[in-house]
């Protein structure tokens, strides 16, 4: 076990935003309904190719729990996570605690955070959180990420994704036709959360994702895994 390192670093006005909707989004995951299951399943059958010692960069980690199983038993040698949310971070401590190598959380604004951030990373990943930034703020995020995993490092993204010529009104209206595979959710529980979807997700078409990958410097874009709504594709970037 190693000690965990928790750095504060600034956060915006939507931190408390997503410290209320923490408990839901907890449900949604135990629950399957995003198909945690099977993408981090695909995020560890990539992190087997990574050399022993990688550094990994978990953005907007949550409470890292889907993050830590996949990369047990790895030769992990640091995890950086960080988040807005102080009640998932104090989660996501205890589940980092086994991971080797050294361990650090930082509590704050991801976007602003890699506008400073100089500590190069073999691998970024981001879990169903870019969707929250607009077109342009997500090419900026990826032009940072872009520059910290350098030419031989991957960013990989879990990401809101349109369907070829869906717009985001498209994509909604597949959304909102889930709700019976909320069935565990109450009503109350159903609005709140697809309120929170309807007024915070931008998802992109895959030919956008391609486009933002390439104008941030990544050549390479590949798909390696798609939920079982098609509502959520992950994709690897490289140079
Ligand atoms: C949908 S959850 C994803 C958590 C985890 N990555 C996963 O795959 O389950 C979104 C997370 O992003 C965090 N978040 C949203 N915007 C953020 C930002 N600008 N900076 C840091 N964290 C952010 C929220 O606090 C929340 O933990």
Redesign the pocket.
Known sequence: MTAVTKIEVAANS?ARL?QDM?GI?RKV?DNNCLN?REAYAALRQLLRHQRPGFTFLDI???DAS?SAAALAGLPLGRYIG????LP?LDAAAANIADLPGASELRH????EWLTVCEEPVDLAWI???LH?LPFERKLETMRHLRRLVGPAGTLLI?ENTCRTLESRAGWMKRWDRQRKDFSAFSGLEWLLLTTHVHSMDHPETVSAWREIGHRAGFDHMREHYRSSSDLFRLFSFSA
Do not use: E, K, N
Not at 82 to 85: N, Y
Not at 108 to 111: H, Y
């Open positions: 939507s997503f923490w989004y995951v945690h907007a980690c949550g889907f960080i988040d807005l949310s998932a704050g604004d991801f976007a879990g169903l959180s929250h879990y």
